[in-house]
């Protein structure tokens, strides 16, 4: 059984911080890519970071490069999402995923588990 939980976000001001966590469980580590999405109300899930477990390789959306970092503590098998410098376009219930079987890192269709989604709103 594989389970993600996530925490961390919250109500922030425009140019603040967040940091994102989402612990893993269950993971056989067969599969290094995670990554983190995001969904804004009416809009489509859309990629924002992802990570290579083993490398560790990194990847962000255009749209949070500078501003995002993603990392990974192995000891804790947990994943960070670092935010700074937040935006109110940044506002939206953001997503672990793990598991990952694709070929592209962005794709969420790539990942076969996900967390329930932790809450980010940024005020202007």
């Known amino acids: 059984q594989v389970q993600l939980v996530e925490s961390g976000g919250g109500l922030v001001q425009a140019g603040g911080s967040l940091r994102l966590s989402c612990a893993a469980s269950?993971?056989?580590?067969?599969?290094?890519?995670m990554g983190w999405f995001r969904q804004a109300p009416g809009k489509e899930r859309e990629f924002v970071a992802a990570?290579?477990?083993?490398?560790?390789?990194?990847y962000y959306a255009d749209s949070v490069k500078g501003r995002f970092t993603i990392s990974r503590d192995n000891a804790k098998v947990t994943v960070y999402l670092q935010m700074n410098s937040l935006k109110p376009e940044d506002t939206a219930v953001y997503y672990c995923?793990?598991?990952?079987?694709?070929?592209?890192?962005?794709?969420?269709?790539?990942?076969?588990?996900w967390g329930q989604g932790t809450q980010v709103t940024v005020s202007s």
């Open positions: 995923a793990a598991n990952f079987f694709g070929s592209t890192y962005a794709l969420g269709d790539s990942y076969r588990n």
């Open positions: 269950g993971l056989t580590f067969s599969r290094y890519t």
């Open positions: 990570i290579n477990w083993r490398d560790p390789s990194t």
